[in-house]
């Protein structure tokens, strides 16, 4: 076992200064951003959305134990030792009892710079300054996280619009983040619908992605994966890994390789296959259908017929080994087409 990594000692900020010359932005010597996570989680506020049972409380506990010990995170990625806080506002004393017996017992080490917290004031109702007392007390922290959002917000000022009020809740987050230059991450949920964006995945208005620093969106894979991280971010450059969960350990892992590595093989099958029995669909209909994101299946088709696996006429796609013409065969309705299959939902959790 190796032995804990000192903390690192964090300098008193600055007064934050809001405005300059040009000349004086450019002479100015800013002092390089925080990490939670290199790559990931930077200071500031960061927000992670995914499917209810996804594995984002398995993945924001896993966060939480690694960095408050300087382990390496998500099977490899080195970060700074350090104090984090996680609001579980969802779950129950006995039940993070029992997953953290689960990662300990899988090879985990004990995290006593965790502090796990299971019921907050929202932030309009004094969250805010339980947040601040617990950052005030500890000046080397290195993450944040609310466990979910929605459980904290707080109420909404009467008369704001919904794109306003998400954006004035975020908001409450982000002055605290950018306060202590600490990274905050919170959790929250997706919508139901699909959509070709993955920000637009996010439950909610735009006002909330716009409000916060990055945004992460975690969805459930078809494949060698078990799910797709995409990221995007001010300070973060834009990408998606591919992860896989380990259900023994209830840990994540980002896995090696481009994403497309893990997905494409099994969903040009099931593109395939689906094509194969409904000759003339449009990337739309297979997407829904098969469940996959629109955007992959677009892309994924394009590339399939590139490569001679499809056949494309007039933006629908036939099998290549079939005498099918666009005229051959009706095109079957959104409706028809999301009824007519069924598609494996199998889940890990």
């Not at 969106?217 to 380990?246: C, I, K, N, P, W």
Request: glycine share 10%; aromatic share 6%; net charge negative.
């Amino acid at each position: 076992m190796t032995a804990a990594r000192p903390l690192t000692p964090v300098p008193d900020p600055p007064a934050r200064q809001t405005r300059w010359t040009d000349a004086e932005l450019m002479a100015t010597e800013f002092p390089a951003p925080r990490w939670a996570v290199p790559g990931l989680l930077c200071e500031g506020l960061n927000l992670l959305a995914g499917a209810p049972k996804l594995g984002k409380s398995w993945l924001s506990l896993g966060l939480g134990a690694d960095i408050a010990n300087g382990d390496p995170v998500l099977g490899g990625i080195d970060v700074e030792r350090g104090p984090v806080f996680y609001a579980a506002l969802e779950d129950t004393g006995r039940r993070l009892q029992r997953r953290r017996r689960q990662m300990l017992a899988a090879g985990g080490r004990a995290a006593p710079l965790l502090t796990i917290e299971t019921a907050c004031p929202t932030m309009t109702s004094g969250g805010e300054d339980v947040l601040a007392e617990w950052l005030e007390e500890n000046p080397h922290a290195r993450l944040v996280i609310i466990d979910t959002y929605e459980k904290m917000r707080g109420r909404t000022d009467p008369g704001l619009s919904a794109y306003a009020a998400d954006y004035a809740a975020a908001s409450r987050f982000k002055a605290l983040a950018d306060r202590y230059s600490v990274p905050f991450l919170l959790i929250h949920h997706v919508r139901k619908q699909g959509a070709e964006d993955f920000q637009a995945l996010v439950s909610g208005t735009n006002g909330l992605t716009g409000a916060v620093d990055a945004t992460l969106v975690l969805e459930r894979a078809r494949g060698q994966a078990d799910g797709v991280l995409h990221v995007t971010g001010r300070d973060v450059e834009e990408a998606e890994y591919a992860m896989s969960f380990d259900a023994t350990a209830g840990a994540w892992t980002k896995l090696d390789g481009p994403a497309g590595d893990y997905l494409m093989q099994n969903t040009r099958a099931d593109i395939l296959r689906f094509v194969r029995d409904y000759p003339g669909s449009k990337p739309a209909a297979i997407a829904d259908a098969l469940q996959l994101n629109p955007g992959t299946v677009r892309k994924t088709c394009q590339r399939m017929a590139d490569k001679s696996q499809l056949r494309a006429t007039g933006g629908a796609y036939y099998p290549p080994d079939t005498s099918d013409s666009p005229g051959d065969t009706p095109e079957l309705s959104h409706l028809s087409l999301r009824h007519s299959t069924t598609p494996d939902q199998g889940e890990h959790l």
